[in-house]
């Protein structure tokens, strides 16, 4: 199929890749997400140690400073006994206001404030306050004695936040001024770790957005620090970096927008596609569809009744399926004798009864040209069938308007069974096929159910057909007159040219058969001129008779009839006027138009036309005035019913009044004797034919005495 290759596409290659990545992308952000917790735990760690190195730092710094302070031969000099007020305040309390540490304490070795500066200023805090629970463990962890010397530092809350604070006694530098037994005053500094200098922490240590809270405040994710005893007096918050989620974060929105890349790449795409293979499907629906409708009728097309019956015939132990092939009778006349549109109109209307008569139960195809299926599924199908034949061609044969002119035309019908084991559909269309055939070749305007014996007849036909090409080549089809009678003298006055199977072929074949073979297998022309031909030869040589050939319909639509007929007369100086010409009625209700004119030209070239076998078809005495016949001949079945039937010879004496009126002589065919002889005479016939003045043979009646005149054909009636 032409759109699977489309819809492949999208499920083949579109839908996987986009799955593909989809699933690529979950997995490297599953991966992604381990990877990024563990990254951030090792930077949550790295920066933890490095808020820790920042405020042992700070200890360090105040520890040196403390040491740098404390011993020191003039500090030493001016704090010993009494304390020299003006030198603390000189060297220390005037540095608090604006250098590394911001509060100085001189206290006594019992602990006692002797000289105390804050932020420049004299101040009367208590450091036991100020520095909280640290200082005590502070202050006594600070021996008094030069040899115990120790600078310590810690962490305290004060008012003013975090503070680094260190202690240490008070000593001389020069190891000889120093009293090992003296108990020193001790130096207490320390340094409020204001916000500035925490951020120049976090900037030294990498350490976003270092803060330190009190320890009542409840801060999340907050961490604990302690001073050096290990007594917690603050907490401390920061930004942890978390590189690892940046990264993953900075990877999701990539991973994001190469899917959203990808939608909006594959989406019009498959949209573009799934629409191009919408239109595609309905195309192909569409074609699917056209090649198996037929446009003019709006029927299923043979290949749409192919299938269906491909279809019915595949189901096992299906229903009876019988299959009904309609061959419009004269449609092709109708055709070629008026304009397209016309036959076009009248297919249309065929095809919308048969689909009325096919009440929706049943398939009606047209298979082309006049040509008609309908394909019957149920299990009376045998019997349905029949009826339905019927009524088609009850339908089929009601007159109908073309251009204000009421023709008509019949159907052959042939019907096809599959009644026991499955059959092939192909041989079940043969074999419909088959049946219609031999219902035109009995005349058409009937149905016929196939039976093996078609095939035979079939077959035969096949044979006669090409036995009588090479009789027709060879000029071997046989020739008989049948002489034609005045019907007062029994004098002969014409006689009837008829086609014969050569009797050495060594089979029997009937004219009714080789000619109705002859019309199907395109053999009529060329067997007529060459009858008419022979006929000429052996009666130019008597002028006392009127030669009458049969013309089939089929010659009447070929428009090199005329010319090729006053050909042949010409080359065998034949008399045009000695020369008459049997039209069967079918011919007029078929090709009306086309009738009419050929009927003129023969006339005008002094041919006498007459009208075949009257009365035992359709054909209405409308058509003798409208057509302008020299002569009527009424069909053997008249004759042989004029004896017993009144009725019959009633219709013979209006028929003989109204070709009496149109000036048209009558023959009577088929008279067998004496007494139907008789009868046709009283009539009114002019002239009789039939086994009883004449079997057809293959000599010219016997020259008549002389002195008797020819009779002409236009005169010899009317005496
Ligand atoms: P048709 O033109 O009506 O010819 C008369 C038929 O009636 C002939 O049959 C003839 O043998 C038969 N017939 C004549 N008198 C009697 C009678 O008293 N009793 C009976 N039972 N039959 C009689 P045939 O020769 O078998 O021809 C049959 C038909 O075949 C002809 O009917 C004509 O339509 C057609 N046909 C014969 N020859 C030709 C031909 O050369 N060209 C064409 N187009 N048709 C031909
Ligand atoms: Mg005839
Ligand atoms: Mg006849």
Request: proline share 4%; aromatic share 6%.
């Amino acid at each position: 199929m032409k759109s699977r290759a489309p819809r492949n596409f999208i499920v083949l290659i579109l839908l996987p890749l986009f799955l593909t990545t989809l699933g690529t992308t979950f997995v490297s952000l599953k991966m992604l997400d381990g990877i990024s917790e563990a990254v951030d735990r090792q930077e949550m760690q790295r920066s933890w140690e490095a808020v820790n190195s920042a405020f042992s730092s700070a200890g360090q710094q105040i520890s040196a400073l403390i040491v740098d302070n404390a011993r020191w031969d003039d500090a030493a000099q001016h704090t010993g006994d009494t304390v020299d007020q003006q030198w603390v305040f000189d060297n220390w309390g005037t540095t608090t206001s604006d250098s590394n540490y911001d509060t100085v304490f001189v206290l006594s070795p019992q602990g006692k404030v002797l000289s105390a500066y804050h932020k420049g200023e004299v101040t009367d805090l208590d450091p036991s306050t100020y520095f909280g629970g640290s200082f005590r463990r502070l202050i006594s962890s600070t021996p008094a004695k030069a040899a115990q010397f120790r600078a310590i530092s810690t962490l305290a809350w004060t008012q003013d936040g975090l503070t680094v604070v260190a202690a240490a006694p008070i000593i001389p530098y020069t190891p000889e001024d120093i009293d090992p037994d003296r108990q020193y005053n001790k130096l207490v500094i320390s340094r409020s770790m204001d916000s500035a200098h925490l951020a120049k922490l976090s900037r030294q240590y990498v350490v976003d957005g270092l803060r330190v809270h009190q320890l009542r405040d409840a801060v999340k994710d907050s961490v604990a620090i302690f001073d050096n005893w290990g007594a917690p007096i603050a907490t401390v918050t920061w930004k942890p970096r978390s590189p690892g989620d940046a990264a993953r974060r900075s990877y999701t929105s990539l991973a994001f927008s190469s899917v959203i890349a990808m939608i909006l790449v594959l989406l019009p795409i498959s949209i573009v596609h799934a629409r191009t293979m919408r239109r595609m499907q309905a195309n192909e629906r569409r074609e699917r569809q056209a090649a198996r409708e037929d446009s003019l009728s709006g029927l299923p097309n043979r290949l749409g009744l192919s299938e269906r019956l491909h279809e019915q015939l595949a189901i096992a132990g299906g229903p009876h399926v019988s299959l009904l092939f309609i061959d419009l009778d004269g449609f092709k006349m109708i055709n070629d004798a008026y304009d397209h549109e016309t036959g076009d109109r009248l297919i249309r209307a065929i095809a919308a009864g048969l689909k009325v008569l096919a009440r929706n139960q049943h398939f009606v195809a047209r298979l082309g040209g006049d040509e008609f299926g309908i394909l019957m599924v149920s299990e009376n199908a045998r019997v349905a069938s029949e009826s339905l034949a019927q009524s088609i061609l009850d339908f089929v044969k009601e007159p109908f308007e073309v251009d204000g002119r009421v023709a008509s035309i019949g159907a052959s019908i042939g019907i096809s069974d599959n009644l026991s084991e499955a059959m092939d559909p192909n041989e079940l269309m043969r074999r419909a096929d088959i049946a219609m055939y031999d219902a035109k070749d009995r005349g058409g305007n009937r149905f016929r159910r196939f039976v093996p014996a078609l095939d035979t007849r079939r077959n035969e036909n096949l044979e006669i057909a090409a036995e009588l090409r090479s009789f027709i080549e060879r000029g071997e089809v046989g020739l008989a007159f049948q002489p034609i009678v005045n019907s007062k003298s029994h004098e002969v006055v014409g006689v009837e040219a008829l086609a014969r199977w050569p009797q050495a072929s060594g089979r029997m074949v009937t004219p009714d058969r080789f000619i109705a073979v002859a019309e199907e297998f395109g053999l009529i022309g060329s067997l007529s001129t060459l009858l008419l031909k022979k006929a000429c030869k052996e009666v130019r040589h008597r002028p006392d008779l009127n030669l009458s050939v049969n013309v089939s319909p089929l010659q009447i639509g070929d428009s090199r009839f005329v010319p090729d007929l006053l050909q042949t007369l010409r080359d065998h100086s034949f008399p045009a006027r000695q020369l008459e010409i049997e039209l069967t009625e079918g011919v007029l209700v078929k090709n009306p138009k086309r009738t009419q004119k050929v009927v003129r030209e023969l006339q005008e070239h002094g041919i006498t036309v007459s009208l075949d076998d009257f009365g035992a078809g359709y054909a209405s005495i409308g058509y003798l005035r409208e057509f302008g016949f020299n002569k009527v001949k009424l069909d053997r079945s008249l004759t042989q019913a004029i004896e017993s039937d009144v009725a019959v010879q009633k219709i013979v004496q209006g028929t003989v009044l109204i070709a009496r009126g149109m000036q048209a002589g009558i023959v009577a065919e088929g008279v067998e004797t004496e007494a139907q002889a008789q009868l046709m005479r009283l009539a009114g016939c002019d002239l009789l034919q039939g086994y009883h003045f004449g079997k057809p043979v293959e000599a010219l009646p016997a020259v008549r005495p002389s002195g008797a005149a020819a009779p002409s054909p236009l005169h010899v009636f009317g005496a």
